[in-house]
C-alpha cells in the first residue's frame, strides 16, 4: 500500500492529545480516544491491532521475528511471536473481541546493504501471523528503504506516516541487533 494512504488529513493533533511512546520491546493498550501512541521504526516491526466496536486498541514494537530459545520476561517481548500474543491477549483481557480484531503493520525497512534483510523477516512474519490467526489487515506499509515514525489512534484507528531520512535509527537497531541472541531455528511454532 501507498505510504500516503495513513497520512492523516490535518496535521495538527487537538491541544488535548496525549503520546505516549512505544519503544522496542514495548507494547500498550489504549481505550482512551485522547491518546495517541507513536513509534520510530526502521527494520522494526510494530503491529497496530484495534477492536473497532468496543473502542480499544494498542500497538508493539518488536525488534527480531522469532526466537527459540529459553529466554523469558522483558527479553522475550523484543520478538515478534511473544509480541504479538502479549498485544493480543491484553486487548482480549481488556474487551476486545478476536473475531472483531483488525491490523495495521509497520516498519521492515532494509536500512543497509550490508546486513542481511532483518526488515523483510521481520515483515513476512508479521503478515504471516496475521494470516495464521484469521486477522484481517485493514493496512500496511512495509519494507522499503526508510525508517518511519507512526502515530496510531487506537480508539479510532487513525494512523499517521511520515518517513525519517536520520540515519541514527539504523545505526541504533543494528547495535541491538548485535547484542541480540541469534535466533534457533527448530522448526514450526505454535502461538496461542
Not at 33 to 50: D, E, K, Q, Y
Not at 176 to 185: E, F, I, K
Request: one cysteine or more.
Amino acid at each position: 500500500m501507498n505510504p500516503s494512504h495513513f497520512r492523516a488529513q490535518h496535521d495538527e493533533d487537538p491541544a488535548n492529545t496525549r503520546k505516549i511512546a512505544v519503544i522496542q520491546g514495548e507494547y500498550r493498550v489504549i481505550d482512551d480516544p485522547n491518546v495517541v501512541l507513536t513509534t520510530v521504526l526502521g527494520s522494526c516491526v510494530a503491529a497496530c491491532i484495534r477492536d473497532p466496536v468496543a473502542g480499544i486498541g494498542g500497538m508493539n514494537h518488536f525488534l527480531l521475528a522469532n526466537s527459540q530459545d529459553s529466554k523469558t520476561g522483558s527479553d522475550q517481548v523484543r520478538y515478534g511471536a511473544y509480541a504479538m500474543e502479549l498485544l493480543i491477549n491484553d486487548l482480549l483481557k481488556r474487551g476486545a473481541r478476536r473475531d472483531r480484531l483488525e491490523a495495521k503493520l509497520f516498519g521492515g525497512a532494509k536500512l543497509f546493504d550490508t546486513l542481511q534483510d532483518i526488515g523483510d523477516s521481520n515483515a513476512s512474519f508479521a503478515e504471516q501471523f496475521m494470516r495464521d490467526e484469521g486477522i484481517p489487515m485493514t493496512g500496511s506499509s512495509l519494507r522499503g528503504r526508510s525508517a518511519r515514525r507512526v502515530e496510531f489512534w487506537p480508539v479510532s484507528g487513525r494512523i499517521r506516516q511520515r518517513m525519517v531520512e536520520d540515519r541514527s535509527v539504523a545505526e541504533q537497531e543494528t547495535r541491538l541487533v548485535r547484542r541480540a541472541p541469534a535466533p534457533v531455528d527448530t522448526g514450526a511454532v505454535e502461538l496461542f
